[in-house]
Each structure stands twice: as structure tokens, then as C-alpha cells.
């Protein structure tokens, strides 16, 4: 769609999944405003009069953003092109102070653009089997895990649960927290000594921004009964409401 009013921009890799996974959670949720959505290739849009930004999963962020002396890990599937995309995305969007909720590699570019780093191998840092962080498909969601989240945070707030089951589908994670952000959500039996629980949930320090990221899929997750699909129905109804009047 064209720029203007009432638009979400949501960005992405690739095009039709977002169609199929992420559009009728944000629709079910009540967004009946205009959508663009934009991958890497496409002219940078203009945020002037957008609602909103939202940033879907994919592969992986190069280290280079975070340490330049860091070395690429051998199992990180890059997406430079999409890093390119997002770092100006997030900024520009963060400056207008628009509402951002960032969905798995999302959370992360989130992160990273406002000055965190990442763990770019998840099994070989906190030494858990490869396949703790790798369940299911966006067709299939498995609820693998549980999430805790901050009694005091806003998330917390929003989603009405502490603890719930939640799909996982990734093998790097935050590591350093980007100083506007504050963890509010972890996977406590996914621990390191020196870097703690593995981060499941983000959320701006500043209680006037709505800009939130999570770690999990919750439009894989909508459609379902019990708290998880509560969980994911109320963050997309909260950003819904954030990004104001169509």
C-alpha cells in the first residue's frame, strides 16, 4: 500500500508470510488502517504519517553492529540486507516516538539498533541442546517453554499473565540490553552465570514510549484457547490501541 494516514509499516523479508501469519492477528485485534509493508529492495518509506512499526522474524543480525571485532559465528544465517533496512527504520521511528513492537528477530534488531548486543549461538553460550530454542512452525506453534515475566512491568501489565507458555524459534538472543530498554521477560532454566537468564522480552525504560519486543511468535499463537493465546491476543490488541484512530 501507499504511504499516508493511518498506515502501520511492518517490516520484513518476506512479503506473503507476513500476509499469512502476522496481518490476521493485527486484523482479529481490530487494525482496520492501511498496512505497507516493506522488505529490503524497497524505497525507504516515509514515516511522516505512519501509526506505527512493527518488525517480523527472520535470520540473523551481523555482529559488526554491536563490536566490529566480534567474529561471525559459524551457524549465523546473516540478513545484512535487512539490517541495512532496519537500523534507519527503528531510529527514524524511534525519533518520532511511534509505537514499535518488535516479534522475534524483531525484538533483536530492536536491541541492537538502540545500542545492545546480541548472542549470536544460544546453545553454545548457555550450553543447552541445540533444540531448547527450535520448536515448531508458523503452522505448527509448539509450546515449548514457559516465559516469566516482571510482576511490575508494563508488559506484564498489558498481558495480564507472570508465567506462560510461549513458541520458540531461534537460536540467538539479547545479550547486552540496549540502554532505552529494560528486560522484563526471560527463560529462567536457560541460564548463563555471567549474563543470566536468556531475555524473552523488551520494553522501553521510558513509560511515554509504547515500544515493546518479544522473543516468541505470539501470531503463530492467537487462534489459541488458555493463557498463551490470551497473551498474544491482548499485545496485539494493546499495540492496535497504541497505534491510535484509523
Known sequence: MSSGNSNLVVSCKNKSGVEKHYLPALRAAGWSGGVWLVAPGDPFPDLAGASGLMLTGGLDIHPGHWDTDEAIHPTAEL????????????????????????????????????????????????????????????????????????????????????????????HQAVKRVAPPLVAVGWHLDTAHPETGPLVEAVEAVDPSRWVFGVQWHPENLVGLKGPAGDAARDLFQAFVTALGPR
Open 79 to 170: 540478513d545484512a540486507e535487512r539490517d541495512a533496512l532496519e537500523i534507519p527504520l527503528i531510529m527514524e521511528a524511534w525519533n518520532r516516538n511511534l509505537p514499535i513492537l518488535g516479534i522475534c528477530r524483531g525484538e533483536q534488531i530492536l536491541n541492537v539498533a538502540l545500542g545492545g548486543s546480541m548472542i549470536q549461538d544460544v546453545p553454545e553460550h548457555f550450553g543447552c541442546e541445540p533444540a531448547r530454542h527450535q520448536h515448531g512452525s508458523p503452522d505448527v506453534p509448539d509450546m515449548h517453554h514457559r516465559v516469566q515475566l516482571a510482576p511490575a512491568s508494563r508488559l506484564r501489565g498489558m498481558l495480564g499473565e507472570d508465567v506462560f507458555l510461549v513458541n520458540s524459534r531461534h
